[in-house]
């Protein structure tokens, strides 16, 4: 029998992505896909269930499908897209309740993988200049985000500890650039403006979107076990990235920071959350020779990842600020599969 595999966040754009890069795999058997909406691309083998974010529904769908493999790509890593108790609720409660299913008794699963971030390990000056998988932070989190992300990897780690015949491979992940991801930092520089703290240039890291998806692959092919870090090799300075990038970079005032941000915040001219602000006055440096030894490398460098996102960003402009893009619509994909209507092959657009 294949691998009967579960993901999260089949709505989004990780769990989308991976289930679309999983369902390639003819070891798979069974990929079933949870979220509060439909898939964001077009699946063609994937099973659709949707639940709430907290995933109560989890322990259920675990015991009636036997699955022994769990994806996890649903957690919020940008603070100011919700309320601290959306936050908790998705990050902490959700993955929780996954764990709960995971380990409760005659459960199926032996394998689980976690999409979590490298800011885990906080921005601060007292930091090495390279962060490996066993290094503590600097100082205890502060914002909400760090908190949530700090509170989910300590149940992994518990779960991990009280689970030994569970692998669980958890990924902390670099700022992510590419063609289609959103994040704060990805759309300031598709908004060609780059806001950084008056007199800090700190080093930064990226990972390319397609990397981190292969990463994903790997991991549940291989059956990956332990903590990661994930990212393209090398790091560039802040005003390198805003070079490549073409963005004008916007100076704000190193005392008062945030106050000096809240009213291009509201005007929408950037995006500036707590995390992002941590990053670009310290930077940081997470190093992968651990995921390198157990067998992935990113295809493309941090600077690399940069230059990939500058071109599409370009091209997009290009074509009016839109670049034609795939949108799943399941009552059409309904239409192409059985209508007696269709009696050509149909070649879907790509996603």
Not at 54 to 66: C, D, G, H, P
Not at 96 to 121: E, F, Q
Request: glycine share 8%; charged share 25%; with cysteine.
């Amino acid at each position: 029998m294949g691998k009967r595999v579960l993901l999260t966040g089949l709505d989004t754009f990780w769990g989308g992505r991976v289930a679309a890069a999983l369902e390639k795999d003819p070891e798979i058997e069974l990929l079933l896909g949870l979220g509060t909406g439909p898939p964001s691309v077009q699946l063609e083998r994937t099973e659709y269930v949707r639940a709430d974010t907290s995933y109560s529904i989890l322990s259920r769908i675990v015991r009636a499908t036997k699955v022994d493999t769990v994806v996890h790509t649903f957690l919020i890593l940008d603070s100011s897209s919700g309320s601290g108790r959306t936050l908790h609720e998705t990050n902490v409660i959700g993955t929780m309740n996954l764990l709960a299913a995971a380990g409760a008794s005659g459960s199926s699963v032996r394998h689980i993988v976690v999409k979590s971030s490298s800011v885990v390990y906080g921005s601060h000056p007292a930091d090495p200049a390279w962060f490996a998988e066993e290094t503590p932070r600097s100082r205890p989190p502060r914002s909400r985000l760090e908190r949530s992300i700090c509170e989910v990897e300590s149940y992994v780690r518990d779960f991990a500890e009280d689970n030994p015949g569970v692998k669980v491979a958890l990924f902390r992940v670099a700022n992510v650039l590419g063609a289609d991801i959103d994040t704060p930092l990805s759309r300031n520089l598709a908004r060609k403006l780059l806001p950084y703290v008056a007199g800090y240039d700190p080093l930064v890291q990226f990972v390319e979107e397609d990397d981190v998806v292969r990463c994903f692959e790997y991991a549940v092919r291989a059956g990956l076990d332990g903590a990661y870090n994930l990212a393209g090799s090398g790091k560039l300075p802040v005003s390198e990235v805003a070079a490549i990038a073409g963005a004008r970079r916007l100076p704000l005032s190193p005392f008062l920071t945030r106050r000096a941000a809240a009213p291009l915040v509201a005007a929408r001219l950037i995006s500036f959350p707590r995390e992002l602000e941590e990053l670009l006055k310290y930077g940081r440096g997470i190093d992968t020779g651990k995921l390198a030894r157990a067998g992935f490398l990113p295809a493309t460098s941090s600077a690399g990842a940069v230059e990939r996102f500058a071109q599409a960003n370009r091209l997009r402009k290009a074509v009016g600020g839109q670049l034609p893009r795939y949108r799943y619509e399941a009552d059409v994909e309904a239409f192409f599969k059985h209508s007696p209507a269709v009696v050509g092959p149909d070649e879907p657009a790509a996603s």
